[in-house]
């Protein structure tokens, strides 16, 4: 079995969990989310846990039962405590603000770049060169962070840009002098 996928996920208190069909439903605190799940995984409640078992031995259902175990375990982690990014912007004059519902990052361009947010994600700014992005699903929360680096990625000889606030980057030496 799939050491993923054979764990039960516990469920906390406060959280509703829905099973209909093919469809898991996760409502908390922090909001609802749901996820279809292949027809070859069964998804089952007993005892304030869900397991999720697979129908087959096949490669294929090996990875999706460890998949959509982490995918429905991910849903109840957002909906409790919810899910956080951090990034670092570096650079010579370079800032960031809020206004309103947009994010204005001061890159080294000409022109301000504006980024409007999906729903159900936040973006704070708790100094002008940090940027935080909070939302309860785990995979739109780290797409909006890749979206918000790519507009400025870091630069290695200096490093300029937009980087996670974990990220290590190598340091490259620069051209040296003639002999």
Do not use: W
Not at 75 to 85: L, R
Not at 134 to 140: F, M, P, R
């Amino acid at each position: 079995m799939s050491r993923i996928g054979k764990k039960p996920i516990t469920i906390p208190a406060g959280v509703a969990l829905t099973i209909s069909g093919n469809d898991v439903m996760v409502k908390g605190p922090l909001g609802q989310l749901s996820q279809k799940v292949n027809g070859r995984i069964k998804v089952r409640q007993e005892d304030g846990k869900l397991i999720l078992e697979r129908s087959s031995d096949d490669k294929e259902d090996k990875a999706m039962h460890g998949l959509y175990r982490m995918l429905i375990y991910n849903m109840v982690e957002g909906v409790t405590k919810g899910f956080t990014k951090q990034l670092v912007v570096n650079g010579v004059g370079y800032k960031v603000q809020k206004q309103g519902n947009k994010l204005v990052l001061n890159i080294g361009y000409s022109h301000p770049v504006e980024y409007t947010p999906p729903e159900g994600i936040t973006i704070d700014c708790p100094t002008q060169t940090e940027i935080t992005v909070k939302g309860i699903s785990k995979e739109l929360v780290g797409q909006v962070a890749a979206n918000i680096r790519a507009f400025k990625k870091p630069d290695p000889y200096h490093f300029y840009g937009i980087r996670y606030k974990d990220e290590v980057i190598q340091k490259k030496e620069g051209k040296t002098a003639g002999k």
